[in-house]
C-alpha cells in the first residue's frame, strides 16, 4: 500500500505562486507514474497533470499548461505541483495520485482509473 500526503495548499490572490507537495510512504515510488487532480466546488472531478515514472513524460490540462510544472524527486519520495499565475477558477482541492508499474496503456494518464492510490486533498483558494 501507498500512502500519499499533500501539502502546500491555502489561500493566495491571483496572480500569485504555489507550490503543492506530495510526499508518499509505504512503498518507494520511483517506479511509479504520478499525477494531480482537483475538485472544485460543485463541479466533476478533473485531471490537472501526471508524470511518468522517469520523469521523461509530462502531461497538462490545457487550463493549466504554461503556468503549472510537475516534477518529482525520487530520493525524497515527492512529487511537486509548482503553480504560477494563479487565477480563481484554479480554486479547488487538490488531490494527489499514484500508478504502481506496469503501465497500463488501456487507462491514458490523464484519467482517473490510471490511478490506483489518492491522497486526502489539499484545497487551494484563489481570491479575485
Known amino acids: 500500500q501507498v500512502q500519499l500526503v499533500e501539502s502546500g495548499g491555502g489561500l493566495v490572490q491571483a496572480g500569485d505562486s504555489l507550490t503543492l507537495s506530495c510526499v508518499a510512504s509505504?512503498?518507494?515510488?520511483?517506479?511509479?507514474?504520478m499525477g494531480w487532480f482537483r475538485q472544485a466546488p460543485g463541479k466533476e472531478r478533473e485531471f490537472v497533470s501526471a508524470i511518468s515514472w522517469s520523469g521523461g513524460n509530462t502531461y497538462y490540462a490545457d487550463s493549466v499548461k504554461g503556468r503549472f510544472t510537475i516534477s518529482r524527486d525520487s530520493a525524497k519520495n515527492t512529487v511537486y505541483l509548482q503553480m504560477n499565475s494563479l487565477k480563481p477558477e484554479d480554486t479547488a482541492v487538490y488531490y494527489c495520485?499514484?500508478?504502481?508499474?506496469?503501465?497500463?496503456?488501456?487507462?491514458?494518464?490523464?484519467?482517473?482509473?490510471?490511478?490506483?492510490?489518492w491522497g486526502q486533498g489539499t484545497q487551494v483558494t484563489v481570491s479575485s
Open positions: 495520485v499514484a500508478e504502481p508499474p506496469p503501465r497500463r496503456p488501456a487507462r491514458a494518464p490523464t484519467t482517473s482509473d490510471a490511478y490506483d492510490y
Open positions: 509505504g512503498r518507494t515510488i520511483s517506479s511509479y507514474a
